[in-house]
Structure formats: structure tokens, C-alpha cells
């Protein structure tokens, strides 16, 4: 391999695993107040939660369904160039359900200034998830195992992204590719990442639904009846996303050498 090559390769390879560093716990958030989910003080869901999770369900499947749209802008004349335009304008798009906010702003202690439905969940580490105490107390506990799902799910798919289109990436850091092309990758990314995040959350959600419907926690031998609250939320409040964050976390120690370790290697050789 010429020297050349292999510099313009390792310049591509540190873009992307820069990329991935930032990326791969994209949307997760270092918060103080921030409590491991584990530590969640939260209470079991009942027959009388069943009308909010319902509530909270769709309000997630359209969620889900505005980044599809988001994900259809891309690599159009006018679509994102960059993960926060991606973000940006699926906060534009997403009209949240008012009866989520009002629900989480009863917790007990709600304070605005720290509290935010845009800052409910974080993944500080591989495999780990926090969460905002005051999202803990006023859902139950199958709404926060659904949250926890979908925050632990974005981690793989956002590295699966990245190794999708590492060729790709590296023909764009070469200036092979055109702009508009290589300036969706990321978006695309994490729009992919977001829906099948959003799936997997509300796939579990829907099936505790399910299992309250054929069984009563507090009677196993009855069956949860309820009345369903509309489907169509009170007009005129909108809500901004409640599991994605807006700021990367911190890399674990020691992660950044490790990428960069395993990509030089690649290009090589074991030998060094």
C-alpha cells in the first residue's frame, strides 16, 4: 500500500471512528440528577396505568413514524446534512401527546429547570442506562423497561450503522463521493438507528399491554378492563421527544485508544 493511501485511510478511519465515539451514544445525556435504571423508584403497572400506557404507546409510535418521514428526506435535494439537522427536523415534525407532559410533570419534586421530557434517559456506559428520577415516579414501571430498552438499543445499531458504511466513508474522506451523498451518511444513521430504537421500546410496551389485557397483577384469575382515553390528545401543546437527549456522553476511559488500536490494525496488519 502506498504511503499516501494509507495516510488518506487513516485520516478517513479517524473521522469515522470519531464519528463513532460521538455517535454511538448519540442522544444519551450525563445528567447529575440521573439515577441507574436499577435503581428506579418506580411502582408496577396496574389495570388503572393501562389507559396512560396506552397513551405513552402511540405517542412513541408516532415518534417513530416522524423519524420514517425524516428518514425519506434523506439523500433528496432539500434532506438533513448532518445528525443535528436530522434532529432538528424531527423536532419540527414531532407533535407530541400534552397528556405524556402533564403526566410526567406531576412527579413529585418537579422542578422545570431541571426536569425536561428531552432529558428523561442517558447511557453513560456500555450497557448501562440512567434515568430522571422524576420520569421514574410518575410512569410505571413497563413505560420505564420500554425507555430503558429503546436508550440500550441505540448503541449496536449506531456501530452496525457506522461499519455499514465504513467503504463509503472512507471514499467520501477521499473526495470520491459527492457532498450531498457523504452528508447524509450520518443522518441516515441515526435516523435508522432511531427507528429501530423506537421499535424495540414499543414492541415490549404493546406486550404489557397485552398481558394486562389477560391478566389483573392484583387478580391473575381476571382479566384488566379499562376506558380507553382518546386517541386524539388536547389541541394546542406540543411536546418535544421524551428519549432522546441532544448532547453525546462522555467515552468510557480507554474507548477512543481501543478504536484506534483495532483500525490501525486493520490497515497494517497484527504485526504493527
Known sequence: M????????????????????CAALAGAQ???????SDECMTDECTCADAPMMEVYLRNQQQARDTWISVREDLFTSNGPQSMEEAKDLFEMRFMGDSRVSKQFMSCNGYDPNINSLTQIAAVPGIGQASLDPCFCDAFCKDIIDATVI?????????????ANVINFKVGCKAGVLPDDFCNSLDPMILADSEIISYTFGNADLAESIEDLRESD???PEM???????????P??????PPLSGTQP????????????????RFLNGAGG
Request: overall charge negative.
Open 217 to 219: 397483577p392484583a387478580d
Open 150 to 162: 429503546h436508550e440500550l438499543t441505540h448503541g449496536p445499531t449506531l456501530l452496525a450503522g457506522f
Open 2 to 21: 502506498k504511503h499516501g493511501t494509507a495516510r488518506r485511510l487513516r485520516a478517513a478511519g479517524a473521522a469515522l471512528l470519531a464519528s463513532v465515539a
Open 249 to 264: 456522553a462522555p467515552l468510557p476511559a480507554g474507548l477512543w485508544d481501543r478504536f484506534t488500536l483495532l483500525f490501525d
Open 235 to 240: 389541541a394546542g401543546s406540543r411536546v418535544l
Open 223 to 233: 382479566e384488566c378492563t379499562w376506558e380507553p382515553l382518546p386517541e386524539t390528545p
Open 30 to 36: 450525563t445528567t447529575e440528577h440521573f439515577v441507574p
